[in-house]
């Protein structure tokens, strides 16, 4: 009997994932390829073979996404499994138009065949878009849980940019854990604020084995929550789903992939930044939600922001650093560093894409809907030194950084520069304690 071949469409998480779980151990079948996009650098390297199963003893090649169409014809793939996450519909139909003109199925595998059952309670935070605020959300439900006495374990969205067959499982309980799993900058933003609020947090790449080891972790376990990454839906079986909305982009939670799945998915429904956001705006969303979710409960919040040295914003010229993806494929326009420099007073925001270098550079060029805006990207240590560059090359009298993570302990900084931190607040009821109580009884805490 011949093997189904397959190509896996991904950009460095669902992708393997989705092997893992599908076709790692399944004789039907014969992955040929992994695809990569999104992120820069992750493409020309192989899915290991201590990773891979006994099926691949040589690893399996990942290529370039824009060469899916002689990829197919070259290695005889039947059937391409679209595998990653934050994309407009057309995006993702515009592949699958490429992959059947090819001559291959086109494929998107759902909840029942990838989702893990955990032996531990489960609570997921997803949402409909990068930067709607779904990390300060699944912080809030863990200072609330870890209130309440609970030993709480994060496990995060897959950010494996490194050596693959090294990040199988990585467990990061202290700050010095960051720099002995050699993290990149993104993965920094998403793993220290846990860490500096006292939960441990986990990630890798094999995502059963992952959540094995935090189920007995040495420091206990009581509830896992998945703290997701883009707008993808769970990795895991949860117990409790909550969604992030986003009134900056209302209408998104309708019409980009799978953020429209989560959103179905949902238990619990958040709608953030409402205390920037426009009025229409958030009874579009509103609408929406009720439009296919009708069961949901909605939780209204906002993202106060504060500033460490609101002196260095008053009356200045400032250059605004802002979470790298959630400018990127995110496409926000506006962050929370871009709020903290009108509200408190900056003369002037400079644009540093005229001083923008190396693959900055190219960023700006990708993405050319950036604006006025420095993402900080730091997926290795050239993108790290390009942004050091381009920071110390933008005439300016202050940075304002408000990336999740102290910027300036990882980056060279040799100007003025000041923190935007920013949490998630309820406003009205119900409140998250409303929601976790109402869990908590459920599962008998």
């Not at 605020?133 to 494996?160: D, N």
């Not at 990585?170 to 998403?190: S, Y």
């Amino acid at each position: 009997m011949s093997k189904r071949k397959i190509i896996i469409i991904g950009a460095a998480g669902r992708d393997f994932h989705n092997f893992n779980v599908v076709y790692r151990d399944n004789p039907a079948f014969q992955v040929v390829a992994f695809t990569a996009a999104q992120i820069p650098d992750i493409a020309d390297r192989k899915y290991p073979a201590s990773l891979a199963g006994s099926l691949y003893p040589e690893g399996i090649p990942i290529y370039e996404q824009k060469d899916l169409a002689r990829l197919i014809k070259e290695l005889a793939a039947e059937e391409c499994v679209f595998s990653y996450s934050d994309v407009t519909y057309a995006a993702v139909m515009e592949v699958g138009a490429l992959v059947n003109a090819a001559g291959a199925d086109f494929t998107l595998l759902g909840p029942k065949n990838t989702m893990i059952k955990s032996t531990k309670p489960l609570i997921a935070v997803g949402a409909i878009r990068t930067g709607c605020g779904k990390s300060q959300t699944s912080r809030r439900v863990a200072e609330i849980l870890i209130a309440k006495g609970l030993k709480v374990i994060a496990i995060r969205h897959p950010m494996p940019y490194g050596d693959l067959a090294i990040q199988k499982v990585q467990r990061f309980a202290t700050i010095e854990d960051l720099a002995l799993h050699k993290c990149t900058i993104e993965e920094m933003e998403e793993y220290e604020p846990h860490i500096a609020r006292g939960n441990v947090i986990y990630s890798g790449v094999d995502y059963e084995a992952i959540l094995r080891a935090a189920e007995n972790d040495p420091d206990g376990c009581d509830v896992i929550i998945w703290d997701g990454g883009n707008n993808d839906f769970p990795f895991y079986q949860p117990d409790l789903m909550i969604t992030v909305v986003d009134p900056h982009r209302a209408g998104h939670e309708l019409s980009y992939y799978p953020g429209e799945v989560t959103l179905r998915l949902a238990d619990v429904v958040v709608i953030n930044k409402i205390d920037s956001a426009n009025y229409e705006d958030i009874q579009t969303v509103r609408a929406n939600i009720e439009k296919v979710n009708p069961t949901a409960t909605v939780v209204d919040a906002a993202s106060p922001i504060t500033v460490a040295h609101p002196e260095l914003i008053k009356g200045k010229r400032v250059l605004v650093v802002e979470d790298g993806p959630t400018l990127t494929h995110g496409e926000m326009k506006i962050g929370a560093g871009i709020v903290a420099a009108r509200r408190f007073g900056a003369a002037e925001i400079i644009d540093p894409r005229p001083y923008a270098v190396g693959k900055l550079a190219n960023t700006y060029q990708i993405y050319p809907g950036i604006g006025k805006l420095l993402p900080a990207m730091g997926y290795g240590d050239e993108q790290i030194k390009d942004l050091s560059a381009t920071i110390e090359a933008t005439p300016c009298d202050a940075v304002v950084i408000a990336t999740p993570i102290d910027l300036a302990r990882v980056v060279k900084i040799n100007k003025a520069n000041t923190r935007v931190e920013y949490n998630l607040q309820e406003i009205g009821h119900p409140t998250m304690d409303d929601v976790l109580a109402d869990f908590l009884k459920k599962i008998g805490h």
